[in-house]
C-alpha cells in the first residue's frame, strides 16, 4: 500500500478546469450551430445542441460525474452513430439525391449569388494584378478616365498612385504594382480569362465582373427570393419561378440548377417494393443476398469446425494452426485483391492453370454462376480461420467426462460427435453463427471489391449486378455514375436496418451482455 | 478367449484379412490427418504464394504461372517506391497515422466509459448500455451516404471535419469506441476486484488516478486485445476511406491499392504484388507478435474495429 499511499493521490480540486473545458467545447459548438441554422440545416444543428447539454451536463454537476466519464463516447456516438441512423431515416422520406443535394435556403443561397451585367451598368477598361499567393486584384478606367482599385471581397477604392498599396505609374497611366503584386501579361490572360471571369470583385451591390478581354462591368444580383410568396424572381428577364417537389420551375418549365430536397413521404418505399421495373432485379439481388450469406456462413464454419476437430489432438497442432490462420490476419481487401487476379480470365494465375490442366476454365468474372461460385469461395478462404479460432475454443469448453462417459459406453468416434460435440459446440456458437449471418448479409467489401457486384444484369433500369446484394445496390444508388439517389437509397438502408435488428434481437436472446461479473 | 470379452474389437477386426494393431491405426489416423492439412495449408497460401513470387518476377509476363521466378529481383519494389503518380509510401504513412491514432484514442475512449459503466452506479446505467448496443446494430456501411451528407455540412464552416480530411476519418473512427467492445473491457474490469479501488479511494486518491494507477495497468492484456483488433478493422477499412477521401496524397493505403488495381494493373500488374506485399506485411507481423491476445480476444467475442 506504500506506493498507493503516495501524495500524488491528493485530491486536485479541478473544478473549475472541468469548467473551463466545457465552456470551450460548448462555445466551439455554439458557433457552429449558428453557422447551422444559418444553412436552414436544423437537423444537425439540433443534435450538436444534444452534444452541448451532454457537455454542459455531464461536467457541470458532480452528481451526473459517470457521465463525465461518458461524454466522449457519447458524443461521437451521437454525433457519427446515431445521427446518421436517425439521418438515414429521414433521407428516405425525401427526394434528396443528384440535382436535390442542398437543402432549400442553401439553393436559395447558391442562385441569389448569381451575378448578371445589366445593360445600363457601368463598364470599365482592366489590368489584372496577381501576387505570389496567386490572388488577383484589378485597376479599372472608366470611360470619365476616373481610375480605381478592386480586391475580392473588398469594397472598391478610388485608385490614386502612391495610395491604398498602388505603386507608381506607368507612361499609360497604369501602376507597375499593387499591394506588391505584378501586372498580369496580356499574353497569359487569354488562356486564364475563362478563370478571371468567374472572380466577383469588390462587394455587392457594386460586385464587378470581368466580362472580356477589354471591359470588366458592375453586376448585379439576377436571383432575389420572396420569401412571402415563395417564388424566386429573375431580375434579369423578370421571369417567376415556383418550387415544385424541389426545383423553382418557371411556368414555361424552364427549371433552376441547382435544386433542394423535400419530403416525399413514403415514395422511395413504394418504389423499392413496387416498382415494376425494378422488380425483376431486386428479386435477383434479394435472392443473392440471401443465397450468398448462408451458403457463405454454412460453408466457413464447417471447414472451420472441420479443422478444429480434425486437429484437435495432432502433434504439431501449433505450427498447423499458425499456418492455417494466415489469411485471417491479411487485409481482406488485399485478399481479395490478389483473388481477383488470380481469376481474371485474361491473365490470371488460377485461369492458366486451370486451361492448362482441363484445357478450359470457367469464366469467372463474366459469368453470373461462375463469378458467385467465385464470391462464396473467396469468403470461404477469408473466414472459415474465424470459425476455427471460435471452434477450437468452444471444444475447450465442452468436459470431457462427458465423452469419456460415451466412450466407456462403447460410442464410437463419430457418434461421440454427433450426439455430444456437435450439439453442445452449436449451443456455444449459434450467437456467433447468427453475428456472422449478419455481417455477411451486408459484407459489402468483398462484393464490391471482387466485381462491383458485376456482371451487370442486363436491362435494369437502374445499373444492377448478377453479384450484386442490397447494400452494394446502395452503394451504386449513392455514388456509382453520378446516379446520386440517396432517397432510395436511404430507403433500402432502412429496410435492411429492420431485417439486421430482427436477427439481432433474436441473437441477444441467448448472450447475455448485460450481466455484471464480480 | 479373449476376443470374447470384447465384442467390438472382435467385430471389427474380423473381416479384415491383416488385422491393425492400435498402434498402426493411430499412425494411419495420424497419416490422413496430415495429408487433409496439407491439402488445407496448400489453399490457404494460394494467393500469399502467388503475391510472393510475382512481386519478385520481373520477366514482365503474367501468362507463365511459375511458382520460383526465373530471374527473381526486387525491382517491383523499386517501382512501388519510386512511382510517381502512385504514392504508395505516402499511403503507407496515411494509413499508418490514421489508424495509429483513431486506434489510441478509441481504445481510451472505450476503457473510460468501460471504467464507468463497471464502476460507478448510476441513474440511466442499464438504459445506455441497452441504447449502446442497439445503435451499435446498425451496419456503418449502411449509413455511408448520411454520414457523407453531413462530414459535407460540417465541412462548409469547419475545414478540417470536412471531406478529404484524415481528423474526420480519426474521428468517425473513435466513435466506434461505444461498441460491442465497451462490454467486452467492461467484464474484464468487473473482474478485477473492487476493493483495490475502494483502499486507493480511502487513501485520497480521485477516481482519474485509480483509473490510471489502478485500473489501466491490470487491464493491459484485454487493451492490447481489442487495439490490436481495432488497428487491424482501421488499417483494413475501406468504404469510409473511399467515399470521404478524395485527393491522391490523402488516400490510405487500401483505397490507393484498390484504384491502382482497377486502373492500372494490366500495365503495372509486378508493382501491384509488390504494393499488396508491402500493405499486407505489417498486420502479419503484427499478428505473428500478438497472436494469443488476438486468439483470445476472438474466442471471447471481440470484432475487428
Redesign the interface.
Known amino acids: ?1 506504500t506506493a ?2 503516495n501524495k ?5 480540486g479541478g473544478i473549475p478546469a472541468r469548467w473551463l473545458i466545457a465552456a470551450v467545447v460548448d462555445a466551439a459548438l455554439l458557433w ?1 450551430i449558428a ?2 441554422i444559418d ?1 436552414g ?1 436544423y437537423p ?1 444543428a439540433l443534435i450538436l445542441l444534444v452534444l452541448v447539454g451532454i457537455v454542459t451536463v455531464s461536467f457541470g454537476f458532480e452528481r ?4 463525465r ?2 461524454s ?3 458524443c ?2 451521437v ?7 436517425l ?2 431515416f429521414y ?1 428516405s422520406t425525401t427526394n ?1 439525391g443528384q440535382g436535390h ?1 442542398l437543402t432549400k435556403q442553401q439553393a436559395i443561397d447558391f442562385l441569389e449569388r448569381a451575378q448578371y451585367v445589366p445593360e445600363t451598368g457601368q463598364t470599365y477598361a482592366w489590368t489584372a494584378y496577381e501576387s505570389e499567393d496567386g490572388s488577383i486584384r484589378l485597376w479599372l478606367t472608366a470611360a470619365d478616365g476616373s481610375t480605381y482599385v478592386t480586391r475580392i471581397g473588398e469594397e472598391t477604392q478610388p485608385g490614386v498612385a502612391g495610395e491604398d498599396g498602388v505603386g507608381e505609374l506607368d507612361d499609360a497611366g497604369t501602376p507597375v504594382t499593387i499591394d506588391g503584386a505584378t501586372r498580369l501579361e496580356r499574353r497569359s490572360l487569354l488562356t486564364r480569362l475563362d478563370a478571371l471571369n468567374d472572380l466577383s470583385f469588390g462587394l455587392p451591390p457594386n460586385a464587378i465582373q470581368i466580362t472580356s478581354m477589354n471591359a470588366a462591368a458592375t453586376t448585379v444580383q439576377r436571383y432575389r427570393y420572396d420569401a412571402a410568396r415563395d417564388v424566386m424572381l429573375d431580375h434579369q428577364t423578370g421571369i417567376e419561378y415556383k418550387p415544385v417537389t424541389g426545383t423553382f420551375v418557371a411556368e414555361t418549365g424552364e427549371e433552376l440548377r441547382p435544386g433542394f430536397f423535400v419530403e416525399i413521404g413514403a415514395r422511395n418505399f413504394e418504389r423499392f417494393l413496387a416498382s415494376s421495373a425494378l422488380r425483376g432485379p431486386l428479386a435477383t439481388i434479394i435472392t443473392w443476398n440471401f443465397v450468398y450469406a448462408i451458403l457463405s456462413v454454412l460453408f466457413s464454419f464447417a471447414l472451420g469446425l472441420f ?1 478444429a476437430v ?2 484437435d489432438n ?2 504439431g497442432k501449433r505450427i ?1 494452426r ?3 490462420i ?10 481479395i ?6 481469376l481474371n480470365p485474361d ?1 490470371g ?2 485461369v ?2 486451370t486451361q492448362d490442366l482441363f484445357g478450359s476454365s470457367p469464366r469467372w468474372l463474366t459469368d453470373p454462376t461462375a463469378t458467385r461460385i467465385a464470391i462464396i469461395m473467396i469468403n470461404v ?1 477469408l473466414s472459415y480461420p ?1 470459425f476455427y ?2 471452434s ?3 471444444l475447450q469448453a465442452i468436459p470431457s467426462e462427458m465423452l469419456d462417459a460415451a466412450s466407456v459406453d ?1 460410442a464410437n468416434v463419430f457418434q461421440k460427435f454427433r450426439s455430444i460435440t456437435l450439439p453442445l459446440l452449436l449451443m456455444i456458437v449459434s450467437p ?1 453463427l447468427v453475428a456472422s449471418f ?2 455477411n448479409f ?1 459484407n ?2 468483398l462484393i ?2 471482387f466485381n462491383s457486384g458485376n456482371p451487370p444484369i442486363a436491362g435494369s433500369p437502374i445499373p444492377a449486378g448478377h453479384t450484386d446484394i442490397l ?1 452494394s445496390f ?2 451504386r444508388l ?2 456509382d455514375n453520378g446516379l446520386a439517389d ?1 432517397g432510395l ?2 430507403a433500402i ?1 432502412i429496410v ?2 429492420a431485417f ?2 430482427v436477427i ?1 434481437w433474436v441473437q ?1 436472446r441467448y448472450t447475455r ?2 450481466e ?3 | 478367449m479373449a476376443n470374447y470379452m470384447n465384442p467390438a474389437r472382435t467385430r471389427r477386426a474380423a473381416p479384415s484379412a491383416l488385422p491393425l494393431t492400435m498402434k498402426q491405426r493411430k499412425y494411419i489416423g495420424y497419416a490422413v490427418r496430415y495429408a487433409i492439412a496439407v491439402v488445407l495449408i496448400i489453399f490457404a497460401f494460394i494467393p500469399v504464394v502467388w503475391v510472393l513470387s510475382a512481386s519478385f518476377n520481373t520477366s514482365g509476363s503474367l501468362t507463365s504461372p511459375q511458382l520460383i521466378p526465373r530471374n527473381p529481383s526486387l525491382a517491383n519494389y523499386q517501382n512501388l517506391i519510386q512511382n510517381q503518380y502512385y504514392p504508395f509510401m505516402r499511403w503507407m504513412g496515411n494509413s499508418f497515422v490514421i489508424a495509429s491514432i483513431s486506434t489510441v484514442l478509441s481504445v481510451l475512449s472505450t476503457t473510460v466509459a468501460a471504467f464507468a459503466l463497471s464502476r460507478f452506479r448510476f441513474y440511466g446505467r442499464e438504459t445506455l448500455m441497452r441504447a449502446i448496443l442497439l445503435v451499435n446494430i446498425f451496419p456503418g456501411v449502411l449509413s455511408i451516404i448520411a454520414l457523407y451528407s453531413i462530414v459535407q455540412q460540417l465541412g462548409n464552416h469547419v475545414s478540417f471535419l470536412g471531406l478529404n480530411s484524415h481528423a474526420t476519418l480519426i474521428l468517425i473512427y473513435t466513435s466506434g469506441a461505444m461498441s460491442i467492445n465497451v462490454f467486452l473491457v467492461k467484464g474484464y474490469l468487473d473482474s478485477i476486484p473492487r476493493e483495490l479501488d475502494e483502499s486507493a479511494l480511502v487513501d485520497g486518491a480521485t477516481h482519474g488516478q485509480v483509473f490510471r494507477m489502478i485500473t489501466l495497468p491490470l487491464a493491459k492484456p484485454i487493451l492490447i486485445t481489442i487495439a490490436v483488433l481495432t488497428f487491424m478493422g482501421i488499417y483494413g477499412d475501406f468504404v469510409l476511406p473511399r467515399v470521404l477521401l478524395q485527393s491522391s496524397d490523402k488516400l490510405t493505403i487500401m483505397v490507393g491499392l484498390y484504384l491502382f488495381q482497377s486502373a492500372d494493373y494490366a500495365q503495372n500488374w509486378g508493382v501491384f504484388t509488390a504494393g499488396a506485399v508491402v500493405a499486407a506485411l505489417p498486420i502479419l507481423v503484427a499478428y505473428l507478435l500478438l497472436q494469443k491476445y488476438i486468439i483470445g480476444g476472438l474466442t471471447s467475442g471481440a470484432v475487428k474495429l
Open positions: 500500500m498507493i499511499a500524488r493521490f491528493i485530491p486536485t457552429l453557422h447551422l444553412d440545416n444537425l451526473l460525474r459517470a457521465y466519464w461518458l466522449v463516447g457519447l461521437m456516438t454525433l457519427f452513430v446515431l445521427y446518421p441512423i439521418y438515414t433521407l434528396n443535394i479443422i480434425l486437429f495432432l502433434p498447423i499458425m499456418l492455417l494466415i489469411p485471417y490476419p491479411i487485409p481482406a481487401l488485399v485478399s485483391l490478389i483473388w481477383r487476379n488470380l491473365f494465375a488460377l492458366k492453370l478462404w474465424y479460432i471460435v477450437s475454443g468452444a462403447g456467433v449478419a455481417f451486408n459489402f467489401n464490391y471489391i447494400i446502395v452503394y449513392g455514388f440517396y437509397a436511404a438502408s435492411l436496418f439486421v435488428a439481432t441477444f451482455v448485460f455484471d461479473k464480480s
